[in-house]
């Protein structure tokens, strides 16, 4: 799915664990001081929303896809572009849930090595899942 900037996911105590970044050309680096600034605020929106709510935040003409999942209690942040539907976000962040939890359930007390393990598993899952999204 060409229309995703980056995906960021925060555990349920609040700590990032996972992010993605689809490289798009012509894109710029953004400074990672001020990147983690503006993703902490992100953080603290997405612990205040419901359980399974799609929230969208617009910033500067760039959107903001925040939604939190009630089994795990993962927050999980998407920028898309502009052009981005609103049906294939609510279908790609449902993607995005079912897959954390089925990799994390009842697998939160797991050794750093073994979630990270985990997350690299996700991380070949989720690039597959954007590469075929694209082809569509």
Known sequence: ?????????????????????????????????????FIYGLQIIASQIDYNELRRIEIAQEN???????????????????NAKHDQIKSLMNILINLFQKKFENKLNLS???????????????IRILSMKSQI
Do not use: C, Q
């Not at 105590?13 to 996972?18: D, K, L, N």
């Not at 750093?112 to 989720?126: D, G, N, Q, T």
């Open 1 to 37: 799915m060409n229309d995703i900037v980056w995906i960021y996911v925060i555990d349920n105590t609040g700590a990032p664990i996972f992010s993605h970044e689809n490289y798009l050309e012509g894109s710029k680096n953004t400074e990672n001081a001020l990147m983690s600034h």
């Open 64 to 82: 903001y896809f925040l939604m939190k999942d009630n089994h795990i209690n993962f927050k999980y942040i998407l920028k898309l572009s502009k």
């Open 112 to 126: 750093i090595k073994m979630k990270s393990k985990i997350l690299s598993e996700i991380r070949e899952e989720i």
